[in-house]
């Protein structure tokens, strides 16, 4: 995680400097925390209590997705088909940039 703590400066504004980086720390003592808490788990109640404990935060995290409403909007635009997709891309891939055609 140092790694990604030094090139945060680069990749992030002046700004948003200070929250970006107490979340890398969080994410370092959670990596840290996670090994901690298994242990006791599996101290106390056994190897099946991590499972279990797996499962629950894995369904918390299941239901609180489900859950979730994007701010973004709902596009007004019909859906395109993914063949006519495709078949742009490679049109505009075969007559832009390298391949030369324009």
């Known amino acids: 995680m140092p790694a990604a703590a030094s090139t945060t400066p680069g990749v992030v504004n002046r700004e948003h400097l200070p929250p970006a980086l107490s979340l890398i720390g969080g994410i370092v003592s959670a990596a840290a925390g996670g090994p901690l808490v298994a242990g006791l788990l599996i101290g106390v109640g056994g190897p099946v209590s991590v499972f279990l404990a797996e499962v629950v935060l894995f369904g918390t995290a299941i239901v609180i997705w489900a859950r979730w409403r994007s701010g973004r909007p709902?596009?007004?635009?019909?859906?395109?088909?993914?063949?006519?997709?495709?078949?742009?891309g490679l049109r505009y891939s075969w007559y832009s940039g390298p391949f030369g055609g324009g």
């Not at 019909?78 to 006519?84: I, M, T, V």
């Open 74 to 88: 709902v596009p007004h635009l019909p859906a395109e088909h993914l063949a006519r997709a495709v078949g742009l």
